[in-house]
């Protein structure tokens, strides 16, 4: 069973920053997987946010280029995600998913038809 769990959430004033990581359980966390997060905000479709694929390479949705990074250790199992420069429109639940797709199809904008996925932690930007 493969599990993820995100942490590092919370509420900041425009311009703040926050780091959010993913842990993965050993089963998910390998080369052969695809990492993203979404975000979904209060009656709006879940969105990508940004991509990493088993190269360790990224790709950011436009809204938040420049802004967020997204990166991944291999060693620790964890997925992050840098947020800089907060926006209130950044507001939103922030998921951390994993799918075993090839690397030309993970990208931002993929799509939502990830395999697995975390439970959310809450981001809110005022």
């Known amino acids: 069973h493969v599990q993820l769990v995100e942490s590092g959430g919370g509420s900041v004033q425009a311009g703040g920053t926050l780091r959010l990581s993913c842990a993965a359980s050993?089963?998910?966390?390998?080369?052969?997987?695809?990492m993203a997060w979404f975000r979904q905000a209060p009656g709006k479709e879940r969105e990508g946010v940004a991509a990493i694929d088993t190269t360790g390479t990224t790709s950011c949705a436009d809204s938040v280029k420049g802004r967020f990074t997204i990166s991944r250790d291999d060693a620790e199992n964890t997925l992050s995600l840098q947020m800089d420069t907060l926006r209130p429109e950044d507001t939103a639940m922030y998921y951390c998913?994993?799918?075993?797709?090839?690397?030309?199809?993970?990208?931002?904008?993929?799509?939502?038809?990830?395999?697995?996925w975390g439970q959310g932690t809450q981001v809110t930007v005022s």
């Open positions: 998913a994993a799918d075993r797709r090839s690397d030309a199809a993970c990208y931002a904008e993929a799509g939502t038809d990830f395999d697995y």
């Open positions: 050993d089963s998910t966390y390998d080369r052969e997987y695809c």
